[in-house]
């Protein structure tokens, strides 16, 4: 699978990115042939059947292309491996084999207008009715909004303070009340529809119940988090390979650039970063699922997109002039690498899941 990801960004992402931008349209029908629309589900639905492990390392593939489409990659992957393990015989019927397939894509939404971080502020009320639920709220960040055909929605299903009552329901996009009034203009990937989603009585399906929809909905935003960690990586190398091929060939002074020590000190500071963040998410993957997994994605979500980040801007400013060029992708990687930073959790998020972490190092101590 890495190395159909591995073709598909170089054969279909590479030569097609610019144009989805210009077009500001998804490519569905790209990511649908890519073959990468089921990493985790059982191969009897036509999945890879992926551990974390071997699907991080397609992630890390998908991220030399782009980090938002490998991004919303992640995003679907998630969502199809939740359906197609679901108790709802039903849904899954109507939805897994669509999703795996990439016929159908999903979309998961937690965020509000007034609450990111803080997740349990959200307000996104579903009731029952008549058998069935209906659900009303405004939600924001949408990423495929109006793209994606079936959204999780992380609701609320009374009034109670904290997570106790919080459910996660199923919601088809062309549901009577559901609705995308606001598209965000955003800095990078225009080709990415993100914006609000607005829920006017929607009929939903209760895929998590009351009680255990925080917690479902943190261990897929765990395995988000891995995979965006390895994203970043896959930016990372890419970044570091354009600017060995540039200071190979490029001389200044009488020698390729790369022969200066100074440079060779900055890609040497890129490198070290890159094989740490691979470390650090390839441990987070083999964790995932167990007590310890929570922390060990926090601490590479936490280093591999700000490592990204230092990456794309050592490795630009290798290319002189020519690095703010769209001659190669590296503005572009600018901006998603801080697009990474924020998706799935920020760093002072991980910061807090870490700082639990030490609590319990500190008390282990006594
Ligand atoms: C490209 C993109 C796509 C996205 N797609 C989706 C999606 O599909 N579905 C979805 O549900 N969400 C999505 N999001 C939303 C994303 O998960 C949130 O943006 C993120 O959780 C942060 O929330 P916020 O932007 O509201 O920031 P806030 O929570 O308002 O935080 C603002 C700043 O305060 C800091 N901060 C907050 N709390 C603390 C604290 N306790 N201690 C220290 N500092 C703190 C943050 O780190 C940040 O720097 C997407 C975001 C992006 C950028």
Redesign the pocket.
């Known amino acids: 699978m890495r190395d159909a990801a591995a073709a598909f960004v170089r054969d279909v992402v590479r030569p097609s990115v610019a144009g989805w931008d210009e077009a500001g349209s998804y490519p569905r029908g790209a990511v649908a042939a890519s073959g990468l629309t089921g990493l985790f589900c059982p191969p009897e639905l036509g999945g890879a059947g992926l551990g974390y492990p071997a699907g991080m390392e397609v992630f890390e593939e998908l991220g030399r292309g782009d980090a938002?489409l490998a991004?919303s990659l992640s995003?679907h992957n998630a969502v199809a491996a939740v359906v197609a393990g679901c108790d709802d015989d039903p849904l899954r019927a109507r939805w897994a084999a669509d999703l795996v397939a990439g016929r159908a894509l999903g979309?998961?939404?937690?965020?509000e207008p007034h609450?990111?971080?803080?997740?349990t502020a959200i307000t996104t009320r579903a009731r029952e009715e008549g058998g069935g639920w209906r659900v009303t709220g405004r939600?924001?960040?949408?990423?495929?909004a109006g793209e994606a055909d079936l959204f999780l929605a992380?609701c609320k299903t009374a009034d109670e303070p904290g997570h106790s009552d919080i459910a996660v329901m199923a919601i088809d996009r062309r549901a009577e009340g559901v609705s995308f009034p606001r598209l965000y203009r955003?800095a990078a990937?225009a080709f990415?529809p993100?914006g609000e989603m607005v829920l006017a009585d929607a009929l939903a399906t209760m895929l998590v119940p009351p009680g255990a929809g925080m917690r479902a909905a943190l261990g897929a935003i765990d395995v988000a988090r891995c995979d965006i960690a390895a994203i970043a990586c896959g930016l990372h190398a890419e970044a570091l390979d354009i600017a060995l091929r540039y200071t190979r060939e490029r001389e200044a002074f009488g020698a390729p650039l790369l022969a200066l020590d100074t440079m060779r000190f900055a890609l040497a500071d890129v490198l070290t970063d890159l094989e740490a963040g691979r470390l650090l998410y390839a441990r987070a993957a083999s964790r995932l699922g167990t007590p310890a997994g929570p922390v060990a994605v926090a601490h590479a979500k936490r280093f591999c997109p700000d490592a990204a980040l230092r990456a794309a801007i050592a490795c630009s400013e290798a290319l002189g002039a020519y690095g703010w060029l769209n001659d190669t992708p590296l503005p572009r990687f600018l901006s998603l690498a801080k697009?990474l930073q924020?998706?799935?959790?920020?760093?002072?998020?991980q910061?807090?899941v870490i700082g639990r972490e030490l609590d319990r190092m500190a008390t282990a101590e006594d």
């Open positions: 938002a991004f995003m979309g998961f939404s937690l965020t609450a990111g971080s803080d997740a939600k924001a960040w949408v990423s495929l992380v955003k990937a990415l993100i697009m924020v998706v799935d959790g920020t760093a002072e998020i910061r807090l």
